[in-house]
């Protein structure tokens, strides 16, 4: 029986899927140069579907929408989604395009550099996401990310506004977005480079000052185009939260611990916020969950794989939420 029919709250994610194939070595290579004595590992990927497993694994229902080729590598993807509890129901398989794949080297830090062959996903088309209009509409809420065409973006949040959804943009990687994309969304969800990029791409008025000032006045002049939220994620140094109606700042730290593979910290944070909201926690605890989850993600290796379960986050949150004290800004 599906979501729809029985009536339960269900979050739900509308992106890519790919194979990641990662290579683990002390240092990136620059431009020109080859870096030998690395370690190759493949793991399953792609922002939108690693969002549905840490949302389905915080313990949120969740669906997925998405477009995976026919070939090996969308069995695998197909497969896996399912064994993890996720609705796949509503997935679209083209047999005209191979699946999605992601080349990704990972220096001894965790920090990685990441190229995409977009495949399939990049045909997830605007006459694909009419005809789940009611699995859109009736969401609690909704995350969509940037590796799917952006008119499909825009199809899906207009639909999506005509329901009760909380719908969240995570502006990656990030493109130039229409005003009115911006206005249909109630939480943005960038890092601070998209933000300040983002914020460059809407030719708003240049913001002369640097470090959290910048970030603050930034976020509040995106934020006036129809934003509830702006969060913007630090990485080491935590995120921002801009509240446009009470016109607030708050700072939330991040948790110190070692980080071995930063690959989908980021789409941890944005599944298990999703899944928080949907289950009616506040913001700030939903952004304090999605913390602690993206704490233990950054300790594994891979994207999907390293997505933590509820009670590995509820542990990790009892342990930090002391700690993690928001700190008001303005």
Known sequence: MSKKENNQKYVLI??????????????LPKPGETVTGGTFQQFLGGKGANQAVA???SGANTVFIGKIGT?????QMI????????????????????????FIMIDESGENMISVAPGANFHLDKSDIIKYADIIKNASSLVVQMEIPIDTIEELLRIASEGDVIKILNPAPLKAIPVNVLKNIDILIPN??????????????????????KIIQTSKAIAELGINFVITTLGSEGCLI????????????AVKVKAIDTVGAGDCFNGVLASKLSNGESIINAVKYATAA???AVTRKGAQASMPFAEEIEEQFKKINQKLRVKKLS
């Open 14 to 27: 509308i992106g890519s899927s790919n194979m990641d194939l990662n290579i683990y070595s002390q240092r």
């Open 55 to 57: 949302s389905t694994r």
């Open 71 to 75: 070939d090996a590598f969308g069995e």
């Open 79 to 102: 497969s896996q989604l399912s064994s993890e509890g996720i609705d796949i129901s509503y997935i679209i398989r083209d047999s005209q395009h191979a699946s999605g794949v992601a």
């Open 192 to 213: 601070e480079g998209e933000l300040i990029r983002l914020y460059t791409l809407l030719n708003l008025p240049e913001v002369k000052s640097d470090g959290k000032n």
């Open 242 to 253: 801009y509240d446009r109606e009470n016109e607030e700042v708050i700072g939330v730290p």
């Open 294 to 296: 993206a704490s233990i």
